[in-house]
């Protein structure tokens, strides 16, 4: 029977006597965490057992029980759990035991308490627990709280005993139980948002483990598991307290409150306990469950039959690596190994489990975690070799990493790790944590290996690119300083260490530099050139730009963004390999672009194409080219019609055009590359329509898109998140021939539209604009230039960034 231990206080007999003492339990705040929650199982368990000795009287039922079930059971209530409570009875009067169930459970209802309740016989529940795991799970917590405690014990005795003699049955469904469970809620690791009890990692994990252990097949590593327990729980309750609901889910706009609550300093400590209970939980689950296939397996073969049969056993363990051998789907020591005398067989060991796909034994890691000695400083040539082999695993480096990492040998290697450790990323578009996402880059860069002259330079850039978040300033520029130490602590000589300190810096250039730079001005090739210096290195970094990419998430990465980093490596390359670049010369018309030009020239109004490019990851992309008299007010009204039809622009380009006809006044030409958000191309007939009536002013765009705006403004307050202010600023050396501005903003619809009306305002004129946003974010760069199509002055550059700053807060 599971004990419930608290401290004496007075309970009041009594609906009003128990609510208020619940009351007075949780506004203690010198009482919290585990005393809490077993006080409030008892001063209920005194509520509910007083209502049924009072309810077993007045019915006349003399054989009967109240049982505790689930966390209530476990005697763990936090301040919005249901009641998880059993009647269980004889059979000998159910008319008596229904009456009496109800004067039990209709208080409780009218306390407005959840209430989990059910009334069987012994032999009822047994059936049950049978047919349904849940049900199963739950009794195997039953904890005796009134009536007849035969009852309760005999049930108990039953129940634990079914468990243990179906395991071979049961534990196989309990483990796909918590693979459906993970596919619906996630991992609450790396989670922005986790579910405490669903997702993997969490609470119900915790109760699996609790009932693995009980079918006596195998045992959770115990280090660390119930203070993880106590964390999630301890947060349940905060969480509870804070939103005066019973969730689980620990929504943005509750993590601050929730911090508070515990104590912590601000959401993200908070967000990082959370990650590393589920860390914790995980991996315990992960060795248990290995050690119940095993368990389970060694119990469906039978060894004397199979020498009747002739059948040979499999050899009980292949060498794999020096001091490591194979042994039952494992990578264990060998029994010559001398892990005392050995510092690099903990990366040995890593790299031989990774490349033979095989996780490293619980006991092997703990050991070599014990007992193994530090490596000198620099590394020797072997470990580093080690490294980039486990590295260059690929998938199956990842389990491996997370067991050297539970038992604390990562930090141990690389001391700066700790601080990316389960650290978490606000921004939507990453999918991990930081420490995380570094072993996902390094899982993708081993793809590219074959791309590149230096693999263990792409590889080890990877693992420590994002080594500078949860530094003060830009994560790259404090990167490059750890990311030296760290390749000098690795064992790389000094040119090496220059190499990955410059991949690590430049890691955002060239995709930041393709998808908002005009990759046609000379000035922007010569700057990502001299920043890179070497075709060795643009070769690296263009394939750690595209790990990177792809171990963020799919919003990261798209055919259209790999096709601009392409280009904008292959003008590096020329201008690296010593080839001029010329200055940018007016671009011939294309037949289309002509037809067009002379259309809008003819009918004084906008024509337009459009055709679909299907951009791989990032769906359906469309190619609009429109042109139109020259006249103020196209820019807006153009990204003003997109918006409205739903569209997203992703990059803008704008020219002057003569028709090729006599005396003709000059058509703009615009050049866009946009995306149908939900799937369809859109009618040019309609497109073209609407930018007529735009443009005359019979379409009221600020009307219609702000319509839009008032929604997502509407939904952004629900979700109670106040995004950073707008920021624009002049990159003063990126083109010779247009002033750069840089917005920075909350993506919203219409966002473009409101830029161009700003910039139409200020009196310049837009030549380019590259979009680029990243979850909620927005960047977008436009070349701007005054109305003769020169650069603007610095002083002129700066009021006109202020003045669209203040246009777009």
């Not at 128990?18 to 509520?47: F, K, N, V």
């Not at 209709?106 to 047919?131: C, F, M, N, Q």
């Not at 060894?303 to 499999?314: E, H, I, T, W, Y």
């Not at 908002?516 to 070769?539: F, I, K």
Request: charged share 25%; with cysteine; net charge neutral.
């Amino acid at each position: 029977m599971t004990s419930v231990e608290v401290t004496e206080e007075p309970n009041p007999p009594g609906p009003s006597g128990y609510a208020a003492a619940r009351l007075r339990l949780l506004q203690e705040e010198s009482r919290s965490g585990p005393p809490r929650r077993s006080a409030l199982a008892r001063i209920t368990d005194e509520w509910v057992a007083e209502l049924f000795r009072i309810a077993a009287r007045e019915s006349g039922v003399r054989s009967a029980a109240l049982v505790a079930v689930g966390g209530y059971g476990r005697g763990e209530l936090s301040p919005r759990s249901d009641l998880d409570l059993l009647l269980l009875h004889d059979g000998s009067s159910p008319a008596a035991v229904s009456a009496l169930a109800d004067r039990v459970w209709y208080p409780v209802w009218d306390l407005g308490i959840a209430l989990d309740h059910s009334v069987r016989t012994p032999g009822e529940a047994r059936k049950v627990a049978g047919d349904d795991l849940k049900v199963h799970l739950g009794l195997l917590d039953a904890r005796h709280v009134a009536g007849d405690l035969g009852l309760t014990t005999a049930l108990r005795t039953t129940v634990l005993a079914d468990w243990r003699n179906q395991a071979v049955r049961r534990l196989p469904e309990l483990r796909e139980l918590g693979r459906e469970r993970a596919e619906r809620a996630g991992e609450l690791q790396y989670l922005l948002e986790p579910d405490l009890k669903e997702a993997r990692g969490g609470l119900r994990d915790a109760t699996a483990l609790r009932a693995v252990a009980a079918s006596w097949v195998a045992d959770a590593p115990r280090e660390g598991l119930a203070e993880a327990r106590r964390t999630l729980l301890d947060v349940r309750d905060a969480l509870h307290l804070t939103t005066g609901r019973a969730t689980d889910r620990l929504a943005l706009q509750e993590q601050d409150q929730v911090a508070a609550a515990l104590g912590l300093l601000d959401a993200d400590v908070l967000l990082r306990k959370v990650y590393e209970a589920g860390r914790t939980l995980s991996y315990a689950s992960d060795v248990t469950w290995r050690e119940v296939e095993r368990v389970l397996r060694s119990r469906s073969v039978r060894p004397r039959l199979k020498a009747l049969l002739g059948g040979r056993p499999a050899p009980d363990r292949t060498p794999l690596a020096d001091g490591v051998v194979e042994q039952d789907g494992e990578a264990v020591l060998a029994r010559t190994a001398r892990p005392e005398r050995d510092a690099v067989l903990p990366l040995r060991a890593a790299a031989a489990a990774a490349q033979a796909g095989l996780p490293v034994n619980l006991h092997a890691v703990r050991q070599l975690a014990k007992v193994s000695p530090q490596l000198p400083v620099p590394w020797p040539a072997e470990a580093r070799e080690e490294l980039v082999t486990l590295l260059g695993a690929g998938e199956s480096a990842v389990p491996v990493w997370e067991a050297l990492e539970a038992e604390g040998l990562v930090t141990r290697l690389l001391p700066d790790w700790e601080r990316v450790r389960c650290r978490p990323q606000r921004n939507p578009v990453h999918t991990w944590t930081v420490d995380r996402h570094l072993i996902e880059a390094a899982v993708q860069a081993a793809r590219f290996t074959r791309r590149v002259g230096r693999p263990d330079l792409l590889l080890v850039a990877a693992l420590l690119h994002d080594i500078g978040k949860g530094w003060p300033g830009d994560h790259s520029v404090a990167g490059e300083t750890i990311a030296r130490d760290m390749a000098a602590r690795i064992g790389f000589d000094a040119a090496d260490v220059a190499v990955v300190a410059t991949l690590v810096r430049h890691h955002l250039l060239l995709v930041e530099t393709a998808t908002r730079r005009d990759l046609d001005d000379p000035a922007t090739v010569r700057s990502v050139a001299e920043a890179v210096g070497s075709v060795s290195t643009l070769e690296l970094l263009h394939a750690l730009t595209e790990a990177d990419a792809l171990a963020t998430g799919p919003a990261a990465w798209s055919a259209w963004r790999a096709s601009l980093v392409t280009d904008l490596v292959k003008r590096v390359v020329a201008v690296l390999a010593g080839d001029p670049l010329p200055d940018p010369e007016p671009v011939a018309l294309s037949a289309q672009q002509e037809r067009l030009v002379i259309e809008a020239h003819r009918t004084g109004g906008p024509v337009l194409a459009l055709r679909a490019r299907e951009e791989g990851d990032a769906g359906l992309g469309v190619e609009l080219v429109i042109a139109v008299p020259d006249q103020p007010g196209v820019l807006p009204a153009v990204a003003g019609v997109l918006a409205m039809h739903r569209l997203t622009v992703r990059a803008a380009e704008l020219r002057s055009a003569e028709p090729p006809l006599a005396g003709a006044a000059p058509v703009l030409l615009l050049d866009w590359r946009v995306a149908a958000a939900y799937g369809g191309l859109p009618e040019a007939t309609r497109l073209r329509a609407d930018l007529v009536r735009a443009l005359d002013g019979s379409l009221d765009l600020r009307a219609r898109l702000a319509e839009r705006e008032k929604a997502y403004a509407t939904g952004r307050a629900r979700r109670r998140s106040q995004p950073p202010a707008p920021r624009v600023t002049v990159a003063p050396t990126a083109s010779r021939h247009a002033t750069v501005l840089e917005v920075r903003a909350q993506d919203a619809p219409g966002l473009l539209h409101r830029i161009g009306r700003a910039l139409d305002a200020a009196g310049v004129r837009v030549r380019s604009a590259h979009v680029s946003t990243l979850g909620a974010s927005a960047v977008d760069t436009v070349y701007v230039t005054d109305p003769e199509g020169a650069a603007l002055p610095g002083g002129e550059a700066a009021r006109v960034a202020k003045a669209l700053e203040d246009a777009l807060r």
